[in-house]
């Protein structure tokens, strides 16, 4: 058989080939395609959301300091807000533990009904707190707690804590002293997510 032959015959195989594939080939979802958010944790923010920066007494991925756990005092760490949307009007952080052994748990839940920049350590643990100008909600944590928890993983693995804020251009009628379910279901309304214009996160590390 010449190379021309051979050359033809191959030619054909590798088209029957390919339009068997092409035509076992699942077709893209549409919902995937067009998604319109990103999940963080259990939770989802839309693209569209501006990145802005918050600071912990600690660095992203490092080690969260013993203070702020149950091996210490386990008082709620300070946080500073910077560059928030011009736009912002209230700020909700979750603290959440995506390891634990039952799966997604919260440690803090504090809603902050103004354009804070920041907010002190060792906020009292009850409904609300007040500051100088402000009062700021908490609701339960995981815990069965009002206002913060600090990490107490069991022995052994190392969790990681997701320390998540979102901006809001709208002040929101949140009661005090708000569960986990409450919450979940107010960021899944389509109306809540269409106003969170930012979002920063910082994950803490830790294990006992």
């Known amino acids: 058989m010449d190379i021309k032959k051979i050359a033809t015959i191959l030619a054909i195989v590798f088209i029957a080939v390919g339009i068997i594939l092409l035509s076992k080939q699942v077709p893209v979802s549409i919902k995937e395609s067009k998604k319109s958010y990103i999940t963080i944790g ?6 569209n959301a501006s990145y802005f920066s918050i600071k912990l007494p600690f660095e992203n ?9 149950c091996k210490n005092i386990d008082v709620s760490p300070a946080i500073r807000f910077e560059n928030l949307p011009n736009s912002t ?11 634990a052994p039952s799966g997604s748990f919260i ?15 060792a906020l009292a643990k009850s409904d609300m707190v007040a500051l100088e100008n402000i009062t700021l909600y908490q609701g339960f944590n995981d815990f069965g707690e009002l206002g913060y928890r600090g990490p107490c993983p069991p022995p052994g693995k190392e969790h990681r804590y997701i320390f998540l804020a979102l901006a809001f251009d ?21 109306s809540t997510m269409n106003h969170i214009i930012g979002y920063s996160y910082i994950i803490g590390l830790f294990s006992t």
Not at 42 to 47: A, G
Not at 89 to 99: A, C, G, R
Not at 107 to 121: A, F, N, Q, R, S
């Open 89 to 99: 009007k209230s700020i909700l952080v979750i603290v959440e533990d995506p390891d």
């Open 42 to 47: 259990s939770f989802k923010i839309p693209k």
């Open 61 to 69: 991925n490092s080690r969260i300091p013993d203070i702020y756990t």
């Open 107 to 121: 440690h803090w839940i504090l809603y902050i009904p103004d354009k804070l920049d920041y907010v002190p350590e």
């Open 170 to 190: 709208k002040i929101f009628d949140i009661m005090p002293a708000f569960t986990k379910e409450y919450i979940l279901n107010f960021l899944n309304n389509e």
